[in-house]
């Protein structure tokens, strides 16, 4: 049974590029979560994709986007990329419909930005 | 707004010694509560959840504590092992499953 999986593991970039980072969920999950983890910080929320719509939304600029396919995997996409966008970037997925439902997080995306 | 503290930072100790990891939160309108493991550069590994009506879960040499009431939970580890050494992080699940992380405990079990 496979596990939550993110590509790739790695990525550098320069300021204003723009990024794409992508998730699969574990196998019978349909809701997948992000999070960008700072160095030396917790997770913070960034969105939540259910039935390929966004659901919830953290406290971040537009710049981040998202995008939930039919097969429940899902991309993150940050536009005009900033100095302090470097972080690990962890996607989590789960089963909708069941509130106190535990979460699954895969190895994360560390995103290096110059 | 959630907020989710952990005591302390980090924390030093000789192997075989039991200790205890310190989560609290302000708000105890939650559904759950999580730990998690974490190694240097690496994804989050899930240790322990309890749900919101629970007091307490185990698992092998962890247990963990919830008291909703006041905002309080602890993690146990009993008989620390030098593979035990990672970053221990508390989370709590709030309406439409998104968690809300503390900074984390980072423990270092010497041989």
């Known amino acids: 049974d496979a596990g939550v999986t993110q590509s790739p593991t790695h990525l550098i970039k320069t300021r204003g590029q723009q990024v794409t980072l992508r998730c699969s969920p574990k196998?019978?999950?349909?809701?997948v979560s992000w999070y960008q983890q700072a160095l030396g910080q917790g997770p913070q929320f960034i969105f939540q994709?259910?039935?390929?719509?966004?659901?919830q939304r953290g406290n971040f600029p537009d710049r981040f986007s998202g995008h939930q396919f039919p097969n429940y995997s899902s991309e993150l996409n940050v536009n005009a990329l900033l100095l302090g966008d470097s972080a690990l970037y962890l996607c989590?997925?789960?089963?909708?419909?069941?509130?106190?439902?535990?979460?699954?997080f895969g190895p994360g995306t560390r995103l290096t930005v110059l | 707004k959630q907020e989710v503290t952990q005591i302390p930072a980090a924390l030093s100790v000789p192997e075989g010694e039991n200790l205890v990891l310190n989560c609290s939160f302000t708000?105890?309108?939650?559904?759950?509560l999580q730990w998690f493991r974490q190694d240097p550069g690496k994804g989050l590994t899930s240790l322990l959840l309890?749900?919101?009506?629970?007091r307490e879960q185990t698992s092998g040499r962890l247990n963990a504590s919830l008291d909703k009431s006041s905002g309080r939970s602890t993690l146990y580890i009993a008989a620390s092992q030098p593979g035990d050494s990672a970053t221990y992080l508390c989370?709590?699940?709030?309406?439409?499953?998104?968690?809300?992380f503390g900074a984390g405990t980072i423990l270092r079990v010497k041989s």
């Open positions: 989370a709590v699940m709030e309406y439409g499953n998104k968690l809300v």
């Open positions: 309890i749900q919101s009506s629970q």
């Open positions: 994709y259910y039935e390929e719509e966004e659901r």
């Open positions: 989590a997925s789960s089963l909708a419909g069941y509130l106190e439902n535990e979460q699954f």
């Open positions: 708000d105890s309108a939650i559904y759950n």
């Open positions: 196998s019978g999950h349909d809701t």
